[in-house]
């Protein structure tokens, strides 16, 4: 049982972003100058001690939807937390040296490290408290909403394990974490994410073309991700890259998938479980001519949806666009949900896409071109 703990551990270590001396210094410098009335508190926001344990997109909305007030506290009891304290106090009357800093530097970090231990133990490994936003996104704990729960009980290897899958995924963007079981796929997904966009976990959206509409939806901003790989793939001069791509693109159509979406709302917050998409990616992505229907239709919707933006603006009737936009993307998720789970076409979905891109092109004089839809 401890193995599963410690490497849960060690994976929530890695995602945990390192204080620099640097920073120490220069945070230092900064309060001795200010001189702020309370002075640990401004120096920890300063110096972002809890922005270091959100480092992951996804750690982040789920240590912030709760947690992280009660990890405040249990860190503010500590001893180091209050010799941290009178070590501030202390250098305000005088001048800061290297002595302080590296004790500083060494402070902060036992407070990390009790921070993570608090993740660890209250939050992922806490059989009582039943399944949480660590272990299954939608989920609350047992004494949140007791009428959830029917006598379930998990064993703390369990929880450790679902919560080790969140450590593991690569974000894209602030929304979205991708994950599977294939140890293969998501080493090749981490070796890409590195050696591509030099980065250990996580993709900006706007580096694979993904929309800021696109990345609020799962659906859309993974076929952004595979569209973008079977780009790459007849792009790329990188003799390696072009060889991971080409096995990640083979590796997702044999291998189960996990999503973690998170966006803002948190009522939206869920876990989409994806067995497989061999006969997406062969009919669609592999197939150039269906692909091309596919990219031609996602390019020319995010050009409307753009115009539609600057037009609103314009008018000053942004919400009301909004509000339109936001339709007309469900209904694109819909489509890209039946397109990637199943391989065909969702013709509802894209009967009340028409409709919504001409309403708006009516009310507002949009040129539209609705060709993309009719082809595909």
């Not at 220069?26 to 110096?47: M, Q």
């Amino acid at each position: 049982m401890s193995s599963i703990k410690d490497k849960f551990k060690d994976k929530l270590i890695k995602i945990v972003e390192e204080i620099s001396v640097n920073e120490v210094r220069y945070t230092l410098e900064n309060i001795i100058e200010k001189k702020p009335k309370y002075i640990i508190d401004n120096f920890l926001d300063r110096i972002g001690f809890d922005g270091k344990l959100r480092s992951h997109p996804i750690i982040d909305k789920i240590i912030r939807r709760g947690p992280l007030p009660r990890m405040k506290d249990h860190i503010k009891k500590s001893e180091d937390y209050k010799r941290l304290s009178e070590k501030l106090n202390e250098i305000l009357k005088r001048q800061v040296n290297a002595e302080d800093v590296s004790e500083i530097k060494n402070l902060l970090e036992k407070l990390m490290e009790k921070a993570i231990n608090y993740i660890v133990e209250k939050m992922a490994g806490n059989p009582e408290k039943g399944l949480r936003h660590i272990h299954a996104l939608g989920s609350v704990a047992r004494d949140e909403g007791r009428n959830l729960y029917f006598g379930e009980k998990y064993t703390e290897e369990t929880l450790y394990r679902l919560a080790s899958r969140v450590c593991d995924s690569i974000a894209l963007g602030d929304n979205l974490g991708i994950y599977s079981e294939d140890e293969d796929l998501m080493l090749e997904l981490k070796q890409l994410v590195y050696r591509r966009f030099k980065s250990t976990f996580k993709i900006k959206p706007e580096d694979l073309e993904v929309s800021k509409d696109e990345a609020s939806y799962p659906y859309t901003a993974l076929l952004g991700l595979i569209l973008w790989l079977a780009k790459r793939l007849l792009v790329e001069e990188d003799v390696e890259i072009k060889a991971l791509i080409q096995s990640i693109l083979y590796d997702l159509k044999t291998s189960p998938i996990t999503l973690f979406f998170v966006p803002k709302e948190a009522e939206r917050w869920g876990v989409i479980s994806l067995p497989r998409l061999d006969m997406f990616i062969d009919r669609w992505v592999l197939n150039e001519e269906s692909k091309a229907k596919i990219e031609t239709l996602r390019n020319e919707l995010k050009n409307f949806i753009m115009t539609a933006h600057r037009k609103a603006e314009r008018e000053r009737k942004t919400r009301e666009v909004e509000n339109t936009i936001s339709l007309l993307m469900s209904n694109y998720e819909a489509f890209c949900r039946r397109l990637i789970e199943h391989g065909d076409l969702d013709l509802y979905a894209i009967r009340r896409m028409i409709d919504i891109v001409v309403d708006l092109s009516t009310k507002y004089d949009l040129k539209i071109y609705l060709r993309p839809l009719g082809t595909i």
